[in-house]
């Protein structure tokens, strides 16, 4: 079993560098599918949803090759089969991007329902609106959804929720039908704006990305590409969060600033400061942190992927704070580690509230899903003794060199394995 050691009580000080950002590269290594040429990737965060994303395609024909730890190349074109699985696609949730990459390569898909943390319902009735305004029939059968079409065809596709997925997969499912789509009530985060950026750069034509209608007029050829990703806006969030946490003295660098905004927003509010330079941002905190409101709510608003991070930084702030969650219904999931730690917070719902105590105390607890994970590291750089973090894997997912980066910094964290406990016969 591999478990996280944390031993807390020391402040974070130094630089930090920015990797790839996951929830662009997630969407991107799929869209990669649509091109009728190499694909060169740059600046990918070495976390375990690339390596299965690569797995993924590999063993639906691609060829691809490593260069270094942060780029690859990726040749599509002995891809010839449009079926993903379940064995395949349960390995991570954005798999279902799968399906409009294959459905934009193909006219069809079939692709089994995807896997990931467990945040809520994931419904992808947005999606699959999308891709029937396209011309697109659906079958789900024994968890695989089926798409297909003669020829997709341009539309307006209202989405009435603002969903990033299926603002994703509805855009790479359009770049080659025939006509323009037109997407309104779209989401507009970062990420959407760096695949949109990724597709033209083969030869797409996508405007209007990064605000609520996106227009897409189809194109028949698309070439290879040499492009590199954003830098990852929760990452960056989650540094910014653990050196006001710790009351310490961070520079996170290769980042946007613009793209945290509302993080660095929030933070002020609570009594840290902030410095935006032109591709970093320094955060440092001398005191105890103050009390803050917070909504999670989609681009530009306060990222839900941040909401545990900042909610742990809170857990010790004079006051009481109030977090309300507008996105996923299970988010507060990893209040239940923090409580065992010795955080007062109350749950009703989807809002959390936050009385702050004077310490954490190390405790063993356990990552959640990805970004409770991260809060779970947070907690323990902030706890006084020693706290064990297990399900790792969970952070796994989406924090490149995790412990090194933070260690960096002056934490004290070791990645253990230890034998799993086996019951004795006889």
Same mark, same amino acid.
């Given at each position: 079993?591999?478990?996280?050691?944390?031993?807390?009580?020391?402040?974070?000080?130094?630089? %930090?560098?920015?990797?790839?950002?996951k929830n662009a590269a997630v969407a991107i290594i799929p869209a990669a599918i649509l091109s009728?040429?190499?694909? &060169?990737?740059?600046?990918?965060?070495?976390?375990?949803?690339?390596?299965?994303?690569?797995?993924?395609?590999?063993?639906?024909?691609?060829?691809?090759?490593?260069?270094?730890?942060?780029?690859?190349?990726?040749?599509?074109?002995?891809?010839?089969?449009?079926?993903?699985?379940?064995?395949?696609?349960?390995?991570?949730?954005?798999?279902?991007?799968?399906?409009?990459?294959?459905?934009?390569?193909?006219?069809?898909?079939?692709?089994?329902?995807?896997?990931?943390?467990?945040?809520?319902?994931?419904?992808?009735?947005?999606?699959?609106?999308?891709?029937?305004?396209?011309?697109?029939?659906?079958?789900?059968?024994?968890?695989?959804?089926?798409?297909?079409?003669?020829?997709?065809?341009?539309?307006?596709?209202?989405?009435?929720?603002?969903?990033?997925?299926?603002?994703?997969?509805?855009?790479?499912?359009?770049?080659?039908? &025939?006509?323009?789509?037109?997407?309104?009530?779209?989401?507009?985060?970062?990420?959407?704006?760096?695949?949109?950026?990724?597709?033209?750069?083969?030869?797409?034509?996508?405007?209007?990305?990064? =605000?609520?209608?996106?227009?897409?007029?189809g194109v028949d050829h698309l070439d290879g590409t040499t492009y590199s990703i954003i830098p990852?806006?929760?990452?960056?969030?989650?540094?910014?969060?653990?050196?006001?946490?710790?009351?310490?003295?961070?520079?996170?660098?290769?980042?946007?600033?613009?793209?945290?905004?509302?993080?660095?927003?929030?933070?002020?509010?609570?009594?840290?400061?902030?410095?935006?330079?032109?591709?970093?941002?320094?955060?440092?905190?001398?005191?105890?942190?103050?009390?803050?409101?917070?909504?999670? +709510?989609?681009?530009?608003?306060?990222?839900?992927? +941040?909401?545990?991070?900042?909610?742990?930084?809170?857990?010790?702030?004079?006051?009481?704070?109030? !977090?309300?969650?507008?996105?996923?219904?299970?988010?507060?999931?990893?209040?239940?580690?923090?409580?065992?730690?010795?955080?007062?917070?109350?749950?009703?719902?989807?809002?959390?509230?936050?009385?702050?105590?004077?310490?954490?105390?190390?405790?063993?607890?356990?990552?959640?899903?990805?970004?409770?994970?991260?809060?779970?590291?947070?907690?323990?750089?902030?706890?006084?003794? %020693?706290?064990?973090?297990?399900?790792?894997?969970?952070?796994? &997912?989406?924090?490149?060199?995790?412990?090194?980066?933070?260690?960096?910094?002056?934490?004290? !964290?070791?990645?253990?394995? =230890?034998?799993?406990?086996?019951?004795?016969?006889?």
């Amino acid at each position: 079993m591999d478990k996280f050691i944390v031993r807390g009580g020391t402040r974070l000080c130094g630089e %930090v560098r920015i990797s790839g950002a996951k929830n662009a590269a997630v969407a991107i290594i799929p869209a990669a599918i649509l091109s009728d040429g190499v694909c &060169r990737l740059e600046n990918i965060p070495a976390i375990s949803d690339v390596t299965n994303s690569l797995i993924i395609l590999k063993e639906m024909g691609a060829e691809v090759k490593r260069i270094d730890a942060n780029t690859i190349e990726i040749d599509p074109r002995n891809i010839s089969s449009y079926i993903v699985p379940h064995e395949m696609a349960n390995r991570m949730r954005a798999s279902y991007y799968l399906i409009g990459a294959l459905l934009g390569k193909f006219s069809k898909a079939k692709v089994a329902m995807p896997g990931g943390c467990d945040l809520g319902p994931r419904p992808i009735d947005q999606h699959l609106k999308g891709f029937e305004a396209l011309g697109a029939n659906i079958t789900i059968d024994g968890g695989m959804v089926g798409v297909s079409a003669d020829r997709l065809l341009g539309a307006p596709v209202y989405l009435d929720v603002v969903s990033v997925g299926a603002t994703i997969n509805i855009m790479i499912a359009a770049v080659k039908a &025939r006509g323009l789509t037109i997407i309104e009530n779209a989401a507009k985060e970062p990420h959407i704006v760096d695949l949109a950026n990724f597709l033209n750069s083969m030869g797409a034509d996508i405007r209007g990305a990064g =605000t609520d209608v996106i227009k897409i007029r189809g194109v028949d050829h698309l070439d290879g590409t040499t492009y590199s990703i954003i830098p990852d806006q929760i990452e960056a969030g989650t540094y910014m969060a653990a050196a006001a946490a710790t009351r310490g003295d961070v520079t996170i660098k290769n980042v946007i600033p613009k793209h945290l905004e509302s993080i660095s927003a929030k933070l002020i509010e609570a009594g840290a400061e902030v410095i935006e330079y032109d591709d970093a941002v320094r955060v440092f905190a001398n005191g105890r942190l103050n009390k803050c409101v917070i909504k999670t +709510m989609p681009h530009p608003g306060f990222p839900t992927d +941040m909401q545990p991070q900042i909610s742990t930084m809170l857990a010790t702030a004079t006051g009481t704070s109030i !977090i309300s969650e507008g996105i996923w219904d299970n988010r507060f999931r990893y209040v239940e580690q923090l409580v065992r730690m010795g955080a007062e917070i109350t749950v009703d719902g989807k809002v959390a509230v936050i009385s702050g105590v004077d310490e954490l105390k190390g405790a063993p607890v356990k990552a959640n899903d990805l970004r409770a994970g991260a809060a779970m590291l947070i907690a323990g750089m902030m706890a006084t003794g %020693v706290t064990e973090i297990t399900d790792i894997h969970y952070i796994e &997912r989406g924090y490149e060199d995790v412990v090194n980066k933070f260690c960096s910094l002056g934490a004290d !964290i070791e990645r253990v394995t =230890t034998p799993s406990p086996i019951a004795k016969i006889g």
